[in-house]
């Protein structure tokens, strides 16, 4: 078998299994091998994720990509198809999974999948409670991360809906990180879980599981939840302050593609529309006597019936 040279100084590497080592500077170069995922990259319009299998002769408009022939290359490189068109074989990433996943439901898109991730500090580690699975998108994306200690309890009443998320998360290779469970929070006497990190409620009405969610969570810990639409917002903000939730914020997230070729590089005419809201809130776990009530016209109203000045939190939806 011939020996492929170090990507990084061409020397030969010492190579075991189907990993190359460089003894000098220990280097792990990764050899594409049977069942690994590869996106097939042609263009931005035209690229593949699946599993490498070397029976698979996969037909396309630029030509037969023969799996075979991926096999032993490494991520990186390129093969061509029977037309002689070149396609690079790409390591997928969270952000390919998510976009090339099979839908049965909307999606959490990668653009508020980011802002999420940020706002509520998600991390290696964490346990997440996540309501409404769906096509299984934003599960992959939270158990991408918390992994390996950390954990993602996901929920949904809709066996079809389930049945298909797995199969995503399996593709994904997240499986083991995820549990995912039939159950309908809307008409359970008992919360699943509790004292959890992050409680994710992506359903039509939200508001009417906020009770549910601060009793799912730890102090502190925050809430999250996706609502396409304004109406949703306004009552799951009106829930979210009843129920003693703070650090309150509602936001759209808003990407545009740009087209970069030089001389001419402008906003591309293709994009994202209008996707979600997300809201996100904290759980204070402050003993009733010393509540604030957070009211709608950003007034709050201390636990002697007193006012108090203006919330941080509301004044910076105000602005
Ligand atoms: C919009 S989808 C979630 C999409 C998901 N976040 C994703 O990124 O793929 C909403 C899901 O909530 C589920 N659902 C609706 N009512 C529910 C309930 N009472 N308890 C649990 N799940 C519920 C639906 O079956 C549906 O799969």
């Given at each position: 078998m011939a020996l492929l040279s170090c990507v990084q100084c061409q020397k030969l590497p010492g190579l075991f299994g189907n990993t190359l080592i460089?003894?000098?500077?220990g280097l792990v170069v990764k050899k594409i091998k049977q069942n690994d995922n590869v996106l097939?990259?042609?263009?931005d319009s035209k690229k593949w994720l699946m599993r490498v299998s070397n029976k698979q002769q996969f037909h396309t408009h630029i030509g037969i990509i023969d799996h075979k022939k991926v096999?032993?290359?490494?991520?990186g490189n390129a093969i061509k198809t029977n037309k002689g068109k070149i396609i690079y074989l790409l390591e997928p990433t969270i952000y390919d999974f998510v976009m090339k996943s099979q839908r049965s439901t909307q999606i959490v898109y990668p653009k508020d999948l980011g802002y999420i991730a940020a706002r509520i500090g998600l991390q290696s580690g964490q346990q997440i409670i996540e309501i409404g699975t769906g096509s299984g998108s934003l599960t992959t994306f939270l158990a991408s991360i918390v992994k390996p200690k950390g954990h993602v309890y996901t929920y949904d009443v809709d066996e079809n809906f389930m049945a298909i998320a797995r199969k995503n998360i399996e593709k994904a290779g997240l499986v083991k990180h995820v549990t995912m469970e039939k159950f309908d929070i809307k008409n359970?006497?008992?919360?699943?879980?509790?004292?959890?990190d992050v409680v994710v409620v992506d359903l039509g009405d939200p508001w009417l599981v906020v009770p549910q969610a601060r009793k799912m969570l730890k102090g502190s810990g925050a809430f999250v939840s996706i609502c396409p639409t304004m109406n949703q917002l306004e009552k799951l903000v009106t829930a979210l302050r009843q129920n003693d939730f703070f650090d309150i914020e509602c936001t759209e997230q808003i990407v545009r593609t740009i087209e970069a070729r030089e001389g001419k590089t402008r906003h591309s005419f293709r994009g994202i529309g209008h996707t979600t809201y997300v809201a996100f809130a904290r759980k204070v776990t402050t003993p009733k006597e010393l509540r604030r009530i957070v009211t709608t016209d950003s007034e709050d109203i201390d636990s002697d019936g007193s006012k108090l000045v203006e919330d941080e939190s509301l004044s910076s939806q105000k602005k």
């Open positions: 460089h003894f000098k500077s097939f990259f042609y263009n096999i032993g290359k490494q991520y359970a006497r008992k919360v699943p879980r509790t004292n959890a």
